[in-house]
Nanobody, 120 residues
Framework: VQLQASGGGLVQAGGSLRLSCAAS????????MGWFRRAPGKEREFVAA???????RHTDSVRSRFTISRDNAKNTVYLQMNNLKPEDTAVYYC???????????????WGQGTQVTVSS
């Protein structure tokens, strides 16, 4: 499975961005898709995940602001990020798994990352 993330950029606090991750080379409709992020000087952390049926998981810090969704016909997963805060600044990675999990080690495939910078 190959993953290509896009949609990052520079935005002011309170703004919105939508990240996309296009998948190829696998059975996307049966794959769990997740988003992780790595902030400067910090470990990579789980953000959100979605199963092939649409079951979702979100980390507490983004639950009311970020929404993960997928379009199986387009082999694409999205992360809609609203009310962005400076602490959301990070490189965001999409990843694929066969298990709906918040654990990084359970994701087998990773995209290259896209930078999100939120200015105050």
């Amino acid at each position: 499975v190959q993953l290509q993330a896009s949609g990052g950029g520079l935005v002011q606090a309170g703004g919105s961005l939508r990240l996309s991750c296009a998948a190829s080379g696998g059975t996307f409709s049966r794959t769990v898709m997740g988003w992780f992020r790595r902030a400067p000087g910090k470990e990579r952390e789980f953000v959100a995940a979605i199963s092939w049926r649409g079951d979702t998981r979100h980390t507490d810090s983004v639950r009311s602001r970020f929404t993960i969704s997928r379009d199986n016909a387009k082999n694409t997963v999205y992360l809609q990020m609203n009310n962005l805060k400076p602490e959301d600044t990070a490189v965001y990675y999409c990843a694929a798994s066969y298990i709906l999990s918040t654990v990084e080690s359970q994701y087998n495939y990773w995209g290259q990352g896209t930078q999100v910078t939120v200015s105050s």
